[in-house]
């Protein structure tokens, strides 16, 4: 079966610090790999994606690339903000069926000013 | 603007009652699911749809029910069977097939008084 893992949290930073957030996943077939963020009392928001091998998926300074040789998709910012709290999920998508989409624990990320 | 609207934000129950979350789609997605947040916890898929009229159950689907008898709703029914409710409730919909990524809906948390 697929599955899911990211480093647990809470991750507490200082603003302007260079933030990795580590992802692995095991998967049957070829996956789509996802980052989704969540702010409090929010749903989850697509922060990236990249759909094949070598693919580096970016948005709002946030970057990840697809390693199929070492199954990771490990999310990296140069320079977090305050506004970066939030949780971070790492998911990723084989194809149909709730079995073909799966999403890690989350991981709480704290920037402190 | 396409995307997922669920209703209420917030939902109050007594004990012994039944109460339904509402979900809507204008994304035209076959497939749509609902997952329950504990806090500080993941996802857990409670049950999902992949066509009208059809649904199967997640990892948690007792002391729930859903019904899908149009394409862009999917109603979930916390009832008196289920003893923990008080969670914040997820829904979610996606392309039945491919890799694609599913949306989120804003989520609603519901509270036993």
């Known amino acids: 079966g697929n599955s899911v893992t990211q480093m647990e949290g809470p991750v507490t930073l200082s603003e302007e610090a260079f933030l990795t957030i580590n992802c692995t996943y095991t998967?049957?077939?070829?996956?789509?790999l996802f980052w989704y963020v969540q702010y409090p009392g929010e749903g989850l928001q697509l922060l990236l994606k990249a759909t094949k091998a070598d693919d580096k998926g970016s948005n709002k300074g946030f970057e990840a690339t697809y390693r199929k040789e070492t199954t990771s998709f490990h999310l990296e910012k140069g320079s977090v903000q305050v506004s970066d709290s939030a949780v971070y999920f790492c998911a990723l998508r084989t194809g149909g069926g709730a079995d073909g989409l799966t999403f890690g624990k989350g991981t709480h990320l704290i920037i402190q000013p | 603007d396409g995307g997922i609207t669920q209703s209420p934000k917030y939902l109050f129950r007594k004990e012994g009652q039944n109460v339904t979350l509402s979900c809507e789609q204008n994304?035209?997605?076959?497939?749509m699911y609902w997952y329950r947040q504990d806090p500080g916890q993941g996802l857990r898929l409670i049950y999902y749809?992949?066509?009208?009229?059809?649904?199967q159950k997640g990892d948690i689907a007792e002391g729930y029910s859903v019904s899908r008898e149009k394409k862009e709703s999917f109603p979930l029914t916390v009832t008196s069977a289920q003893k923990n409710p008080t969670a914040f409730y997820l829904c979610?919909?996606?392309?039945?097939?491919?890799?694609?990524?599913?949306?989120f809906g804003q989520g609603t948390r519901l509270t036993v008084v």
């Open positions: 749809s992949q066509i009208v009229n059809d649904f």
């Open positions: 979610a919909s996606s392309s039945k097939q491919g890799r694609t990524e599913a949306f």
């Open positions: 998967a049957t077939g070829y996956p789509s």
């Open positions: 994304l035209n997605h076959d497939a």
